[in-house]
């Protein structure tokens, strides 16, 4: 089967991925990850862990990173529809300090490919939502960073509608600006 489509974004290092999906009168078939089709397309990553969480509308998880341990990250949504932000945290990048947002959905079965020395973070715009990601590197409980997600010298168009209740969690209700957490 094989054979995905890569698009590259405005940041360096960011990808969004379609893989082939095939449709019958069953449903659907689709590799959702293959090494030998990720190698011929250029991307080089050893994953070594999955991890999967569900929430619902208005949660907002972000925006996060490791610090001594960073990893790259290729994430997905197999129910419901999120908005999913990478913002680059390369000191020296000329892009330092940007983000790129994209709408990935069970859906449209996009998936994001988020490099080392990112911020990562997404809010979910449907009822419910299923959100899986494969890792480079092993969570380091203690080895976490984030800043604040809405703040203004970021400024992440979050695709917030008049009635949607962002949720969050406690550790982000606290984070520090991205100034304060990069300098």
Known sequence: MGKIE??????????????RVIYDNRGYFSETYNQRDMEEAGIHIDFVQDNQSASVRGVLRGLHFQKEHPQDKLVRVISGEVFDVAVDIRKGSPTFGKWYGVKLSAANKKQFLIPKNFAHGFLVLSDFAEFVYKCSDFYHPGDEGGFMYNDPDIGVEWPLSEDMKVTLSERDTKWASFKDTFT
């Open 6 to 19: 890569v698009q590259t974004c405005e940041i360096e290092g960011l990808k969004v991925i379609t893989p």
